[in-house]
């Protein structure tokens, strides 16, 4: 059964690979707690109290609320899954709620910090790898797409022309985020020095954006890897992932005046509540300043 619903999200939800992933791992986790605490080593005979008791087996171990929460919605699209595919009469997780988790703001680096980085060339080296480095910088600041969003990036999806980029967002949305003026020249030449690169080391061919070390597809890893050694240039915040830049370019967006519904377009948010968050970074920055500038504060 399991096969069979990885299947299902992978061709007719289309998700990502890394969703993919996290999903198969939950359930094989939910698994071997049914045959650990339950004697049961086939999830169709599970019951809600199961659910439940796995839940709480996870809040004991003080496992993160929102990595709990996440367990919980791969258990209800599962069985979701199966009591409408007619593998079990009853839905087990058709109650199940989740968890209650704190309110965290979205982690950001400052507008100076980033603007120091990107715009010093130093900090990045001189040939194409360099190149590569500071695309992956710029296009998830400049833009604020998701990782899986950039590593999804073909050639032909940079309209150098027309100033867009065309993304293949969750579900498989297409969106179009402008490219900034600073940005256009930079993707271009790079364009140029990616063809060249292919060419001179004789590198397998594909049309994605970006090239791995090795010169075949790009792949996570790589993207965290490079957003890590380029923010601890001039971060010490713990959180220094490409998640960090979304939140960034939201953030000052914000911060300039940007419309709440604007930016939600520019991020593929499909309400506008999963945009909202960013407003408390927004208020933070307008009580630092009123306390700064204002004579009575």
Sequence with gaps: ????????????????????YSYKNDLVQFRSYLEDQHQLGDTLAAEYYMLRGWVAHLSEKEANPLTINRKIATLRSYYKFLHREGYIQRNPAAELRSIKTPKKTPEFVTADKLLALLEDEQHFASDFWG??????????????????????LRIQDVDLSRKLLKVLGKGAKERLIPIHNNL???????IQARASTVEDLNLPPHDFLLLSDTGLAPHETLVYEIVRKYLALVTTQEAKNPHVLRHSFATHLLNKGADLKAIQNLL????????????????????????QAHPKA
């Design 1 to 20: 059964m399991l096969e069979s619903f990885l299947n299902y999200i992978r061709y007719e939800k289309r998700y990502s690979q890394h969703t993919l």
């Design 131 to 152: 190149m590569r480095d500071r695309i992956v910088m710029e296009v998830l600041y400049g833009t604020g797409a998701r990782v899986a969003e950039l590593l999804q």
């Design 184 to 190: 256009l020249p930079l993707l271009a030449e790079y």
């Design 268 to 291: 593929g948010h499909s309400s506008l509540a999963a945009t909202q968050v960013y407003t408390q970074n927004s208020l933070e920055r307008l009580q630092e300043v009123f306390q």
